[in-house]
């Protein structure tokens, strides 16, 4: 997520003087410089900035992330470097940084966002007992007060999954405490801005594509938004100024994750910071030709942002009805985007791969300018349950919603994952197991109806010869979904058979009662690991 922010600082004549606790961190040998200071120890990396400052003619001057969860650590060491007239105030910061901090601010602001309880060591059992009670209904939502990328994020439905979900929260959070939230129902939506001398600019407005529960996974966002309309827009950029203001933030970015529920707009946070997920630094400025991240930097070094102030065209203030009587807190503005690009991730069942097929022709392919993958062959995966264990994104541009669209799912669709043979969890997998507290979780590649996906289906008897097409071999209870309904990874039933098809066309004997349940269940990735485990 720095690699937009290294490069816009040499664009600007800046050497980069890159930190972090990773020294083989991604982006590392772009920097001019590298010094391995974790991100979470602010007192480090201000002591680092003035030794670097009394040692150098030049010095620092800007300090800048994008796409992670320490602005609070930009602040302070910026703070330290005197620069405080250039960033938003390190308070501000940290209370955009703890989600029991920012939903404090947000009920004194009377702005939008779920009720919540914190939960720690010291009133667990106070909140069992509640839950045991019917004091407290579902469904909720479990959360760390302090981490990104949805770990430690879940939906939980019922009072059996508290007590794992609770855990997993508090695990992920740095500071072991976790959120217990009301559930916000409703199409969500990303938001990144620049907050300047009394004014806001929307710099990027997309839809959130948002699956496979009690987990939130987000498979893809669409820039610009396709589904909101006018009026959804401006009263969501209404809700989302009037958190920036109770928060604190003056200058500087700010990014929101926001729902349109029944009742309107509702907050899911506000960070610091601009948008990670490829949205800041890849989607916006594809579908806008604007340079978020450099215009973001020329605020941080004191440097006038003059390809906003220039592209920027006002916006309406129209909040909805429940925030009518509040003072509007800054005068709105939008760079808007004029093209459409889509980013869409692909995901795997368990396993270890074996071999990946399909990437090398996707960088030639119509609308798709990044093929952007993150497991290679060996790597073990998992079906995700947060945003950083997905296999890797798409991004396409494309002068229509349609177009985009369907480029980058094709793309993913064209990508196979084959995994290595006799895996106890590829086996626990296609067999159906799942945890106790996880009901429904994965979720079949495919969903058809009853007598269709019976693994014991009378239909699903017989041997599929060696060599065979199973294309030619279809069950006839399946024919009238071959092009129906696709996969987690975009890829129809047909597709799925004809890859097969492709890649094992030199298949021993299958048994057809494990092969096609095996195909519902995990798509060409089963297919493929029935055939090899038949061998």
Request: proline share 5%; hydrophobic share 40%; charged share 25%.
């Amino acid at each position: 997520m720095q690699k937009p922010a290294i490069l816009a600082a040499k664009k600007l004549g800046y050497e980069s003087i890159v930190v972090d606790a990773n020294s083989n961190a991604v982006s590392v040998p772009l920097a001019d410089k590298f010094y391995p200071v974790d991100l979470k120890d602010r007192e480090a990396l201000a002591k680092l900035a003035l030794e670097i400052n009394a040692g150098s003619e030049s010095g620092i001057e800007g300090v800048f992330t994008a796409g992670t969860d320490f602005s609070a650590s930009v602040a302070y060491v910026a703070e330290k470097l005197g620069y405080s007239d250039r960033c938003h105030a390190f308070e501000a910061c940290l209370n955009a940084s703890d989600k029991v901090r920012m939903r404090g601010c947000f009920k004194k602001g009377n702005v939008p966002s779920p009720d919540f309880i914190q939960i720690d060591n010291e009133n667990l059992c106070e909140i069992e007992k509640k839950i045991a009670g019917g004091e407290i209904s579902f469904p909720k939502v479990a959360k760390p007060v302090d981490n990104m990328g949805g770990r430690g994020c879940r939906l939980v439905r019922n009072k059996a999954e508290f007590d794992t979900s609770v855990s997993s929260a508090v695990k992920n959070s740095r500071s072991g405490r976790a959120i217990f939230e009301d559930y916000m129902d409703g199409p969500e939506f990303s938001i990144d801005s620049i907050v300047y001398k009394g004014t806001l600019t929307i710099t990027g407005f997309a839809d959130r594509h948002i699956f496979y529960p009690p987990y939130f996974i987000e498979m893809g966002h669409t820039m610009p938004s396709s589904t909101v309309t006018e009026k959804m827009k401006n009263e969501l950029i209404a809700a989302f100024a009037l958190g920036i203001k109770s928060l604190g933030l003056t200058c500087g970015v700010a990014k929101a994750d926001i729902k349109y529920t029944k009742n309107g707009p509702m907050i899911g946070e506000i960070a610091a910071r601009l948008s990670g997920g490829y949205m800041s630094g890849w989607t916006y400025p594809y579908s806008s030709s604007f340079n978020l991240t450099e215009q973001a930097m020329r605020i941080a070094l004191n440097l006038e942002p003059t390809e906003l102030l220039n592209r920027r065209k006002p916006l309406k203030w129209q909040p909805p009805k429940s925030l009518e009587g509040q003072v509007q807190p800054f005068e709105l503005f939008e760079v808007p985007s004029d093209n459409v690009s889509a980013e869409r991730a692909w995901l795997s069942i368990p396993g270890k791969i074996s071999k990946v097929y399909g990437l090398e022709k996707l960088s030639s392919a119509e609308f798709i300018k990044d093929v952007l993958p993150r497991v290679h062959e060996g790597d073990k995966v998992s079906f995700p349950r947060n945003n950083v264990e997905k296999c890797g994104n798409i991004i396409s541009l494309a002068p229509t919603h349609e177009k985009a669209c369907e480029a980058s799912e094709k793309a993913v669709s064209d990508i196979t994952i084959r995994l290595e043979s006799f895996n106890k969890e590829t086996d626990a997998f296609i067999s159906g197991i799942s945890e106790s507290d996880e009901e429904g979780f994965p979720a079949s590649a495919f969903v058809f109806g009853d007598s269709a996906s019976a693994a014991n289906s009378p239909a699903f008897s017989g041997v599929i010869k060696a060599g065979k097409k199973v294309s030619e071999c279809v069950p006839e209870v399946l024919l009238p979904y071959m092009d129906t309904c696709s996969d987690w990874n975009h890829c129809t039933l047909r597709k799925t058979l004809e890859k097969f098809d492709l890649i094992a066309f030199d298949h021993p004997d299958l048994d057809c009662s494990k092969f096609w349940p095996a195909v519902i269940r995990g798509g060409i990735q089963a297919a493929l690991y029935i055939s090899d485990c038949t061998k």
